[in-house]
């Protein structure tokens, strides 16, 4: 079964930093879909960035962009010039490429919570 | 455009009592559906997924059920609560005909049984 593994619980960045957030999965396909998560205080789960596996080409959402690493299984998300609306739980995801039945859902790690000082 | 809600946000109901948080999705047709829990200071854990009308799959053995009685509605419901069911509880939908398959959430329904 595929796990996705968020080692840290908290990061601190200071307002206009850069700071890296880490994340590594374990799979044993070789198509999939990586996915990274903002939580807010107002709690709603909003998308940041997205990875397809087959694309080496690393992802960039204007200051998020993430460094895939497909054969170390890690899959980082980097936030430039860090603001203060930046500071909420985030989450790494992983999905199969495969379609139908329980290779649909997203498997999440546990949180990075980081808090942006100014 | 797609949108998603979630009802009702805050709920506190004392053990043993019944639980029905509903789910709406408006502005697409045949999405899959999920229900994740979110306890306190932990990640998302899978409860319940649907591919379509009637269709329920559950992740975990637990005190809840799902149904989907019509495309677009999913409802979480228990007969009676136990304390280990508080938390954050978020529903999600995903296109079908998307190859990426991101989620996306609805604003969540926060649960307290007392």
């Known amino acids: 079964a595929q796990t996705v593994t968020q080692s840290q619980p908290e990061m601190s960045v200071q307002e206009a930093e850069t700071v890296t957030l880490s994340c590594t999965y374990d799979?044993?396909?070789?198509?999939?879909?990586l996915f990274w998560y903002k939580q807010p205080p107002s709690r709603q789960m909003i998308l940041v960035i997205r990875?397809?596996?087959?694309?080496?080409q690393n992802a960039t959402e204007n200051r998020f962009s993430v460094n895939f690493q497909k054969a170390a299984k890690s899959f980082s998300l980097k936030i430039s010039d860090s603001q203060l609306g930046d500071a909420a739980m985030y989450f790494c995801a992983y999905r199969s490429s495969l379609y139908g039945g329980a290779t649909n859902k997203l498997i999440f790690g546990t949180g990075t919570l980081l808090a942006v000082q100014p | 455009s797609q949108t998603i809600h979630q009802w009702p946000a805050t709920l506190v109901q004392p053990v043993g009592s019944p639980l029905s948080l509903e789910c709406t999705v408006e502005g697409t047709s045949n999405p899959n559906l999920y229900w994740y829990r979110q306890a306190a200071g932990r990640g998302l854990q899978l409860l319940f997924y649907?591919?379509?009308?009637?269709?329920i799959s559950s992740e975990v053995p637990q005190n809840l059920s799902a149904s989907r009685p019509q495309d677009r509605q999913f409802i979480l419901s228990s007969k009676k609560l136990l304390l280990s069911d508080s938390g954050f509880y978020l529903c999600?939908?995903?296109?079908?005909?998307?190859?990426?398959?991101?989620?996306?959430f609805g604003e969540g329904s926060r649960l307290t049984v007392l």
């Open positions: 999600a939908w995903r296109v079908i005909a998307g190859r990426t398959g991101e989620l996306f």
């Open positions: 649907s591919v379509g009308i009637g269709q």
């Open positions: 990875q397809e596996a087959y694309k080496q």
């Open positions: 799979t044993s396909e070789s198509d999939y879909y």
